[in-house]
């Protein structure tokens, strides 16, 4: 794998503290009598972030990893628990006092050519940010702003007048990382950015994330479902299933023991180069479909493909328990397993 | 990239000229301009509309002048009736062009109306959405159920003919069905991510309106206009035909048609020419309307 990025500073105080968050989404019935169902996509997920730290978010499709991110945002109204941003809880906050904590918190987004207003031009679109929050800078400084941007993202500034349409997947998603930041901001979600990407070109976009964090200091929340990506960006891993943290713990915490079996059965999948240890490696597949969100397994929400599950594991929802320094899982046996 | 590529970049920045971009409009006017229909209809309209603009120099009558010697008398070369007169000697090229200015203003002001409302009511729906979406839907549905045509028609009779009232009437009318269109698409852009991310950088709801959404739906607008203004000729034409259309001496194709459709067997060039402008330029309007369709939808794009 590649250099190792610098380790997280664990020691100061995390800039962004998530607890027991749940976004429900109402599903209108059928029936006419029936009650509104919730579709618990973010069913109490905690973790903390720390300065100048990448927290991976991984799981399988509809797992809810958008949808955390977003409504750590506020993008989507959480319907429960907090988000803690400097200390200052921001779930529910008023419009006035959420206006300039945006200028810290961007997104970037899997479909690049998607994330970006076709009839706006590369320099408009970069720019729009700054024009929200500093005005005041006058035309010509923010200018030459989205130029400075666009050459450090390595576009070329004599671009600034095209239209997205005009570039490449990989390009656009320099431009929607440009835009994310010109404002210099403390947390990028970046949800799936690579995913869109071309294979030789995913590397480039990770490589150029990395060195925008360094320079910058930046916090990511990096999510993804390729797990081998997560590896090479990410300080810090959460997995989750159906809306909840299976494992949370240090990337290479996670990669050597991981400890639940989900994690377990997803790191199992991902090939090993050598031939050797990957024909000799432990292996454990995933049985059965994914359960839907609107009907999760009562108890453990792994428990109907999980190899290992007993009685009580339908009975009580394991919670996330410390099992070492650097890792916590959610699972009633992940001593015994 | 590394470290000398990035300073040559850095470098260039200052530089380099700035390359122009290839908007998704100027695209779209290429395309339309290789449609011949539409460019044969654009340059028609173009000859009535400067018809209509200088038709007080065009013509040695005015559009009320009475010419006792020719009373509904047929095109005549020679005395300068090239179109003939009608029942009232008023020659009838001047009035077939001063009826051109009637039905084009109407078409264009009433679409206009409609556009201005209908595109600003279909965005705040289709942007907001949920609740305030229903109610404002819900009111459209119920403006679409009045027999509109029968509240036209009891407005002029009580306030009398007013080309004024004609034009607010007929756009009332016609922003609902454009509320309706923009509304749809708004639906589908505002999921889209880069809605999203100007949320999350806090671009305010109005400027995400016009700035990101309506600029995104213009394109099936204005093809929706091409087809809405020919819509509106033809309704003040129909309201003419009734009676109800613009007051005398003006005219409009609507009145001048009915008029001749009055003394079809004894003078059919009443009929014929006023008919053939009103067709031509609803044909016109058709033809260009699909030529916007295919140039700003293009499938392959
Ligand atoms: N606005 C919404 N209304 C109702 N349900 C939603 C909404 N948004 C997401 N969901 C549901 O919530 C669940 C989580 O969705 P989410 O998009 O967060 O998953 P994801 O992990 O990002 O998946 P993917 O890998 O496919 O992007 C899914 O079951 C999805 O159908
Ligand atoms: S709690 Fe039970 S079902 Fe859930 S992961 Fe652990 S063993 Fe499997
Ligand atoms: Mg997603």
Redesign the pocket.
Same mark, same amino acid.
């Given at each position: 794998m590649s250099v190792m990025n610098k380790s997280a500073k664990k020691d100061a105080s995390p800039i962004l503290s998530v607890r027991d968050l749940k @976004?429900h989404?109402?599903?209108s019935s059928k029936g006419l009598f029936a009650p509104d169902r919730q *579709?618990k996509? @973010?069913d109490g997920v905690n973790f903390d972030l720390y300065p100048g730290e990448t927290l991976g978010v991984v &799981?399988? %499709? =509809?797992? &809810?990893? %958008?949808? $955390? =991110?977003?409504a750590i945002l506020q993008l989507?109204p959480p319907t429960d628990g907090q988000v803690a941003w400097l200390g200052k809880n921001i779930v529910g906050a008023p419009h006035r006092d959420m206006q300039p904590l945006r200028r810290d918190l961007q997104i970037i987004f899997?479909d690049p050519l998607a994330s970006l207003n076709p009839r706006m031009t590369i320099g408009e679109i970069i720019a729009e940010p700054l024009v929200t929050h500093k005005p005041e800078l006058g035309k010509e400084e923010i200018k030459a702003r989205v130029k400075r941007m666009m050459a450090r993202v390595g576009l070329l500034p004599q671009m600034i007048n095209r239209y997205p349409h005009e570039f490449s997947g990989g390009q656009c998603q320099r431009i929607g990382i440009a835009r994310a930041m010109i404002l210099e901001p403390k947390l990028i979600v970046c949800?799936?950015p690579v %995913?869109a990407l071309d294979v030789s070109i995913q590397a480039q976009i990770v490589n150029l994330l990395q060195e925008l964090q360094r320079e910058f200091d930046l916090s990511l929340i990096f999510?993804s479902?390729d797990l081998s990506i997560v590896r090479h960006i990410c300080h810090r891993i959460m997995v $989750?299933y159906l &809306?909840n943290v299976a494992e949370l713990a240090d990337r290479d915490s996670i990669y050597a023991a991981p400890r639940h079996p989900y994690t377990k059965a997803l790191i199992s999948a991902v090939p090993i180069p050598d031939p050797e240890i990957e024909r000799n490696k432990e292996r454990i597949v995933l049985t059965g479909d994914l359960p %839907?969100? *609107?009907s999760p397994p009562s108890g453990c929400v792994f428990r109907t493909r999980c190899p290992f599950a007993k009685d009580k594991c339908a009975q009580e929802p394991p919670v996330l328990e410390r099992v070492s320094d650097s890792q916590e899982v959610a699972c009633h046996f992940h001593d015994s397993i | 990239m590394n470290k000398s590529e990035k300073t040559a970049l850095l470098q260039s920045a200052g530089a380099a000229e700035e390359i122009e971009g290839r908007s998704l409009w100027r695209d779209a006017r290429i395309r339309l301009f290789r449609n011949k229909a539409a460019v044969g209809s654009m340059i028609i309209l173009g000859i009535i509309t400067l018809l209509a603009i200088f038709a007080p120099l065009l013509s040695p009558y005015a559009y009320d002048q009475i010419d006792w010697g020719y009373i509904q008398e047929g095109p005549n070369w020679e005395n300068g009736h090239i179109f003939g007169t009608d029942g009232n000697g008023r020659d009838l090229f001047i009035r077939v062009l001063y009826g051109a200015r009637v039905s084009l203003a109407v078409g264009l002001l009433a679409t206009t109306v409609s556009l201005i409302i209908g595109v600003t009511y279909g965005a705040v729906a289709g942007y907001f959405g949920g609740k305030i979406d229903s109610i404002m839907m819900r009111f459209v549905d119920v403006l679409y159920s009045l027999p509109f045509m029968f509240f036209v028609i009891m407005l002029m009779v009580v306030f009398g003919r007013n080309i004024f009232l004609i034009f607010v009437a007929l756009g009332a009318v016609e922003w609902l069905t454009m509320a309706r269109i923009v509304r749809g698409q708004t639906l589908s852009l505002r999921r889209r991510e880069f809605i999203e991310a100007a949320h999350a950088t806090g671009v305010s709801n109005f400027k995400i309106i016009f700035r990101h959404i309506i600029p995104n739906v213009l394109g099936p607008v204005i093809v929706y206009m091409t087809l809405t203004i020919p819509q509106v000729i033809l309704t003040e034409s129909f309201l003419s035909f009734l009676g109800l259309g613009v007051q005398e001496p003006l005219t409009s194709w609507g009145v001048l048609i009915s008029e001749g459709a009055k003394v079809i067997e004894a003078s059919t060039w009443m009929l014929i020419y006023p008919a053939v402008f009103l067709a031509l330029t609803l044909f016109c309007f058709n033809f260009i309307g699909d030529g916007l369709r295919d140039a700003l939808d293009p499938k392959d794009r």
């Open positions: @976004v989404f109402p599903i *579709l996509a @973010v &799981g399988e %499709s =509809g797992c &809810g990893k %958008s949808t $955390l =991110g977003r989507i899997q949800d799936e %995913s999510i479902h $989750l &809306g %839907s969100p *609107l | -």
